[in-house]
């Protein structure tokens, strides 16, 4: 296999990307590990587990996404790997198909709830992957497809008994993480848009993505500094970088430095909550890390 074909592949997977998925399963399981503290003790297999099958699922999807927009891609980006035919689409379905596959089956060898999990953010794949063409509120599936890894990694310390057994209480920080992380998400989305539209753009258009790449301080931090006034450090952290990032993009007008930057940045998200719940310290370093670790990817290979 030729040097660029590989680094075709990792175009097409996405996998710069995978430390922001680990730090959202790591945000989850922090969560399990503190709302059920009687579900035992973490397995290192299981968390091996978990990582390995929420990774097949995220660049199963992506390689799914390249081979269902083919079309598109052959009258609008010519140059990338299926429409130049350095790699065939029958070929990027086979193994889109084979990671989908493993990602459920590694989340069902850890418990059925996980598989669960599993299955919903499936769903979510193929829903975004046929209709993020043709409507805007499909978007709300690529967001649904990231909220529901929180779950599937805090769920997945219980037995299914236990999990039918869980009071609605245990269920309440859920969608406040869907609507800060999906916020984020949508303020890229709406932030790139408005900057590589052709018509002339209002102010309101052009703040409103800004807010909503607030999200995360909104429902991750304002709750929390109320009663927790360390919380400020990460959210220090995460105003800094986001400052940095939508500022360059002011003045370069570099729509994929962008969307690469603030995607890098999604284990900052998560550091607003872990920074509270961590049972210790050293858990604070991850994120960071993981923030610099898909930056370093990027190098390798885009993430978008």
Not at 195 to 204: A, L, Q
Not at 237 to 265: P, Y
Request: proline share 7%; aromatic share 12%; charged share 10%.
């Amino acid at each position: 296999m030729s040097r660029q074909k590989v680094i075709d592949l990792l175009a097409m997977s996405r996998f710069a990307n995978l430390p922001t998925v680990w730090s959202n399963a790591l945000l989850g399981l922090l969560i399990g590990y503190g709302s059920f503290p009687d579900s035992g003790h973490i397995c290192p297999l299981c968390l091996c587990l978990i990582a390995l099958s929420l990774s097949c699922l995220y660049l199963g999807g992506c390689f799914l996404n390249d081979w269902h927009d083919v079309a598109f891609d052959r009258e609008h980006r010519p140059e990338r790997p299926i429409p130049a035919a350095r790699w065939s689409r029958q070929s990027i379905l086979l193994l889109a198909l084979s990671l989908l596959g493993a990602g459920i089956i590694l989340s069902a060898l850890v418990t059925p709830v996980s598989a669960l999990f599993a299955l919903g953010i499936l769903l979510c794949i193929l829903i975004y992957t046929k209709w993020h063409k043709l409507h805007p509120a499909s978007f709300i599936f690529m967001a649904g497809a990231r909220a529901l890894i929180y779950p599937l990694a805090a769920f997945s310390l219980l037995s299914w008994e236990q999990f039918t057994k869980i009071s609605p209480q245990s269920w309440a920080i859920f969608p406040l993480l869907a609507l800060g992380l999906g916020g984020y998400i949508l303020g890229i989305s709406l932030t790139a848009r408005a900057e590589t539209s052709k018509n002339p753009i209002g102010e309101v258009a052009k703040t409103f993505p800004i807010l909503c790449l607030c999200a995360p301080i909104i429902f991750f931090s304002g709750p929390q500094i109320l009663f927790y006034p360390a919380a400020v450090i990460p959210l220090a952290l995460f105003v800094i970088v986001l400052a940095f990032i939508v500022r360059r993009l002011r003045s370069t007008h570099d729509v994929g430095a962008f969307v690469s930057r603030t995607l890098a940045a999604i284990p900052l998200v998560d550091f607003l909550f872990i920074f509270i719940i961590a049972p210790h310290f050293i858990f604070w370093i991850i994120p960071p890390l993981l923030a610099l670790a898909a930056l370093g990817l990027q190098k390798i290979a885009p993430a978008t």
